[in-house]
């Protein structure tokens, strides 16, 4: 009798999906009879919400740091600001090359953003997702977000960076 068991389960289960897979076959048939179609997922569905959250590591006592987290936080970033006195390890830890450093480092998505990188360029880097392992704004430039002093802008380059420490231009301000 045990073996018939099996089989009796393995009958049952074959006709329940062959029941299930006609009764499928026949409502799609009345839907489409009755003029009706299956929803068509929108576009905007399909896309992912973007990301928003940032998480940035930055000296205690640095106030610039300080003004380029209010700057992404008025441009809608999410930030969680992470103090901490080894800002070495941090870097190192995110791959940012030693010719790229600034002050903080922020981590968004799979992308490292080194230094003052402006909140719209961020925005466009996760809306194209280039190759590359981040965005950094070496050293200080005046003007750049954090860093404003008075009317005085400096010229600098929000450069992409990759795993090798190559570099191109990815915008300029």
Not at 7 to 14: D, G, I, K, P
Not at 127 to 149: D, I, K, Y
Request: proline content about 8%.
């Amino acid at each position: 009798m045990s073996t018939d068991r099996p089989s009796s389960r393995r009958l049952f289960l074959a006709q329940l999906a062959t029941s299930a897979l006609a009764t499928s076959a026949v409502l799609a048939n009345r839907a489409q009879a009755a003029g009706l179609q299956p929803p068509v997922p929108s576009k905007s569905a399909a896309k992912p919400a973007p990301i928003r959250d940032i998480v940035v590591y930055k000296d205690p006592n640095c106030g610039c740091c300080s003004e380029w987290v209010k700057h992404m936080k008025a441009a809608g970033f999410v930030v969680t600001s992470r103090d901490t006195a080894d800002m070495t390890t941090v870097k190192r830890s995110m791959g940012v090359p030693e010719a790229l450093e600034s002050c903080h480092t922020g981590r968004i998505g799979r992308y490292t953003i080194e230094g003052h990188v402006p909140a719209d360029v961020i925005a466009k880097l996760l809306a194209e997702q280039p190759a590359g392992r981040g965005l950094a704004v070496p050293g200080m430039p005046v003007g750049s977000p954090g860093m404003e002093m008075g009317g005085r802008k400096d010229k600098y380059d929000v450069l992409l960076f990759d795993a090798a420490g190559k570099t191109r231009v990815y915008a300029s301000r």
